[in-house]
T-cell receptor, first 110, second 114 residues
Framework: QKEVEQNSGPLSVPEGAIASLNCTYSDRGSQSFFWYRQYSGKSPELIMS????GDKEDGRFTAQLNKASQYVSLLIRDSQPSDSATYLCAVHNYGQNFVFGPGTRLSVLP | DVKVTQSSRYLVKRTGEKVFLECVQDMDHENMFWYRQDPGLGLRLIYF???????EKGDIPEGYSVSREKKERFSLILESASTNQTSMYLCASSGPPETGGKLFFGSGTQLSVL
């Protein structure tokens, strides 16, 4: 059974701090890695994708991938109250279905 | 931007009714998916399709069927709605690996079965 694990949280950080969200996966053949943000009652929104080892930055978001450790992370710099949401990690091995983690609930305190 | 459109944002149905949830994507994606999401249970895959007229069962297909007559449209059918099918239903589509294989979701349908 392919699995993706995330700390369910809630993770609370003060406004302006760095939020660090982590994800581990079991399928070593995974090729694509995604982070989704989901506000309460809304659908998941794709915010980052990463395919090779290292860091990928997009605005205040940085995704980090370490395939040897089977580990993906998302850093949110200068966290804002509007970043409060559940963050879903998803992993994909082409030809198979996407596997989602349970999500980490982030709360950014003003 | 990819647009995945679900026909209804909220739906209320009676037990035993046949329910149709429609989904249309505008990016010519081959792959389309139906998930349901329940508190504490995460996203669960109901059915998926990798081509027109093709369908495959996901993890929880019981009580559901699907139809994909055209590439852009993927319909989920609840043959006889039951209260345990009250849930948020999410349609998604994904592009080919050469464009990143990203998965995009529709806005979701919150279905209540009374």
């Amino acid at each position: 059974q392919k699995e993706v694990e995330q700390n369910s949280g809630p993770l609370s950080v003060p406004e302006g701090a760095i939020a660090s969200l982590n994800c581990t996966y079991s399928d070593r053949g995974s090729q694509s890695f995604f982070w989704y943000r989901q506000y309460s009652g809304k659908s998941p929104e794709l915010i980052m994708s990463i395919y090779s080892n290292g860091d990928k930055e997009d605005g205040r978001f940085t995704a980090q991938l370490n395939k040897a450790s089977q580990y993906v992370s998302l850093l949110i710099r200068d966290s804002q109250p509007s970043d409060s949401a559940t963050y879903l990690c998803a992993v994909h091995n082409y030809g198979q279905n996407f596997v989602f983690g349970p999500g980490t609930r982030l709360s950014v305190l003003p | 931007d990819v647009k995945v459109t679900q026909s209804s944002r909220y739906l209320v149905k009676r037990t035993g009714e046949k329910v149709f949830l429609e989904c249309v994507q505008d990016m010519d994606h081959e792959n389309m998916f139906w998930y349901r999401q329940d508190p504490g249970l995460g996203l669960r895959l109901i059915y998926f399709s990798y081509d027109v007229k093709m369908k495959e069962k996901g993890d929880i297909p019981e009580g559901y069927s699907v139809s994909r007559e055209k590439k852009e449209r993927f319909s989920l059918i609840l043959e006889s709605a039951s209260t345990n099918q009250t849930s948020m239903y999410l349609c998604a589509s994904s592009g080919p690996p050469e464009t990143g294989g990203k998965l995009f979701f529709g806005s979701g349908t919150q279905l209540s079965v009374l």
